[in-house]
């Protein structure tokens, strides 16, 4: 496929299956941006531009692949930007259920052409979820493998620094 996409999401924090997900679109689409949603209602772990530092450094190898962030509604950040696709990552039916309400909402919203591609978490990564993470980590368990070093790294810090 060709064309300039986008994939969004809160990375708080970015894990390995959102990493899995990106690599695989960025082998798809001729341009990824990485969206990084800024919601004001939502007590994150990392701020916008930490979150925006940790992804860049973890997809610094793929030159097709920027990192931006955004506020407000989806379709208007989708419709100024230009993107052809926005990329929606799956892991389970309960994510297809939300997803799809989503994908049908944002069709109204989204210029004429723009479409919403579905890619399914590769198996592996399946049960992993940001908040997940957050838990186990803050709770001093094992999260090695489950998000790039990097990213492990600043999780722990940020618990120690709280």
Same mark, same amino acid.
């Given at each position: /496929? ?87 990552? !799956? ?13 049908? /909402? ?13 890619? /399914? ?17 803050? !709770? ?23």
């Amino acid at each position: /496929m060709t064309g300039k996409a986008l994939y969004t999401g809160s990375f708080d924090p970015m894990t390995n299956g959102h990493l899995d997900i990106i690599r695989r679109a960025s082998r798809m689409f001729d341009e990824l941006t990485v969206g990084v949603i800024v919601n004001p209602s939502k007590n994150c772990l990392f701020t916008e531009q930490e979150r925006v530092e940790m992804i860049k450094e973890v997809v610094k190898d793929l030159e097709n692949v920027k990192v931006d962030t955004f506020k407000g509604l989806l379709a208007d950040y989708v419709n100024s930007g230009g993107f052809d696709l926005v990329v929606r990552g !799956l892991r389970a039916t309960t994510d297809f259920e939300y997803e799809i309400q989503m994908a049908q /909402m944002n069709a109204r919203l989204f210029n004429d052409g723009v479409e919403s591609v579905f890619l /399914m978490t590769s198996p592996e990564y399946s049960f992993i979820s940001s908040s997940m993470i957050k838990e186990v980590v803050s !709770l001093h368990g094992d999260a090695e493998g489950l998000v790039p070093d990097v990213v492990l790294q600043r999780i722990i810090e940020k618990f120690k620094e709280n």
